[in-house]
């Protein structure tokens, strides 16, 4: 059955005022284009597509989840909001809340991107998203935009990437990661240092320590030592071990402190 704009309204708990907004977020630049040339005028005074109100949606919802965020979860420093913030806002994420959402069959599109199976591309369906956000929020304000956040983009979603984020599991860059809960907790700065390197010129193993500078001084305490084939790698993995010991000391006396020393104990390589 055909999913009309009143199914949409219903889904999105909001009658538009002005139907033509909720009209425009959901018109792809494909069609806007397509019925100008039908029109036979320029693409300038034909339909208007979704792209203004995709750069509103988009600054809305950050708003939105930032807020909501900040309320939630009183305990989190400056970095840590900011990484799930990012999370929820991202294309991959919002694309994901389209497709739960049942946004696709509503999405207007050009024959020939109809045809290419564009409707399901994931950037279509996160700016469409927030397109459909954007209209939401210039005909009834923030309220049902924040309410739409709170059950669609944050909800479990926030829950699961909440205990990604303490078990640092989805930090693909351990060392921004390491500086960030460096700086969060006022702890300082972490400074590497390679401490050796073997193996011939084309199979090189570095090892290198990382350590945490307060201020201008030297490196005091030694976090952890890491290896790898080459020394950003080996510093990713000093940065890795250095996360997987704050987090264990942070679990074990329930507050962000540095834990131990490796000192020279971190000797063994990496798989």
Known sequence: MERTQADLELALGHRFARPDLLVRALTHRSLANQLSV???ADESAGTVDNERLEFLGDAVVGLV????????????????LTRMRAHLVSRKHMGEVARAFGLAPHIRLSRGEERSGLRNKANVLSNTMEA????LFLDGGVDPVR???RRWVIDQAAEEAATELRSWAALGNYKAALQEHLQATHTGTPAYRV???SGPDNHKRFQVEVRVRVGEGEPGKALARGMGTSKKLAEQDAARRALERLAAAREKSGHPGLG????????????
Do not use: C, N, T
């Not at 459909?132 to 209209?135: I, K, P, Q, S």
């Open 147 to 149: 309410e739409f956040a």
């Open 132 to 135: 459909v956000l954007g209209a």
């Open 195 to 197: 401490k050796s390197e």
């Open 65 to 80: 989840v930032a807020e909501a965020l900040f309320l939630l979860h009183p305990d989190w420093q400056e970095g840590e």
């Open 260 to 271: 131990g020393s490796d000192g020279d104990r971190e000797e063994s390589e990496v798989s």
């Open 38 to 40: 039908e029109a036979g």
